[in-house]
């Protein structure tokens, strides 16, 4: 039921995108991911779960992305 609600063409081309911006600023869609939630105002911390080492070393790097407001800007025109 939740794969077909948000497994949709759309929502796979905005992954596809997010996946190519942050690849071609040599980061991944995790670090992606983090950055842009901890530039939210709204959000007051970041919890990630890890169940492996690397896990943990991924987290710890994606922590160190800050985007800047023109990526934040391309961010909100991809996801629109």
């Given at each position: ?15 596809e995108k ?28 970041v ?34």
């Open positions: 039921m939740l794969r077909e609600r948000y497994v949709t063409p759309r929502n796979e081309d905005i992954v997010l996946q190519a911006f942050a690849q071609a600023r040599g980061h991944s869609l995790l670090e992606l991911a983090f950055s842009w939630l901890s530039s939210r105002t709204q959000v007051a911390s919890i990630a779960g890890a169940t492996r080492v690397e896990q943990v070393e991924q987290n710890v790097k994606a922590i160190g992305w800050a985007l800047s407001a023109e990526e934040l800007v391309e961010i909100d025109r991809i996801t629109k």
